[in-house]
């Protein structure tokens, strides 16, 4: 336990804020650091090639199987399998690599792999793991080149390539997605905001404000496709932090609330008990890895 989660951003040093590695030489050189709750500043596109492991993600465990692509979001809470053992390789990149263009940007933040509306994304190779050693191996024989002025493109169209690839697969394997259109962009656009001001901010009329439309219209859009209220969104994110504090920190229960924006720890805890049915207190002591 920390008095605050570790946070990492990525390594310095490198041509690019690209990196390959892998699994068995990460685990053997940082294990003590990757299976301890972490943030990471950058993705991740984790290829579990051997072993059977579990990825905990936000309190979520994650059973991964042989031949598992798992892809998490920059900023997410996660640690690695502390018991398990398991080889494979990873793609860790950053926003400021991959996203070019405008055109980039959106494509990562509308991406159903690393989209935080849906659960967790993982794929399960099978027969195309042929082709993502492919393109694996290509990045990789790019990295070896000597940087130049086109390296940056061709790696970013070879990560672009195999994020595509992954998205025909992951649909291929029953995921629920939300229908383009008017109503996900203004989900998309409250989740950003949201993420941006939750803290100091949880009524729904600042977050229909700030994306320039109604109240009405902004509920009409969750709960078209999210079946879930503005302000059940709004708790939502506000309880995951709230839970990531408790379970991977020694923060007092006062310190997180306020924090969070509570001026009471009394209303904190009325807060958190209504939307979890346990107190801050006995949240912490359930899940409290130790």
Known sequence: ????????????????????VGLADLY?????????????????????????AIHSVDFNPVIIEPNTLLFLSKDTVHHFDSKNPFDGKAILFTDSFFCKTEADGKFLRDTILFNNLFPVSQIKVGH????????????TNELQNVKDSSQDEILQNLLHNLLLLSERERRKQNIGELKKGADLDYVMLFRDALDANYK???????????ILITEKRLNQATTKLLSKTPKEFIDDRVMLEAKRFLGHTTESIKAIGFDLGFDEPTNFIKYFKKHSHSTPAEFRKKNNRD
């Open 128 to 139: 195309q793991a042929n082709l993502f050693e492919s393109v694996f191996q290509l990045m």
């Open 1 to 20: 336990m920390t008095t605050d989660i570790k946070k990492y951003s990525f390594k310095e040093g490198l041509p690019q804020e690209f990196e390959i």
């Open 200 to 210: 100091s901010k949880k009524q729904v009329s600042f977050y229909a404000e700030k």
């Open 28 to 52: 053997g050189g940082f294990k003590e650091m990757i299976t301890a709750a972490h943030r990471a500043r950058f993705y991740h596109i984790i290829w579990f090639q051997k072993g059977n």
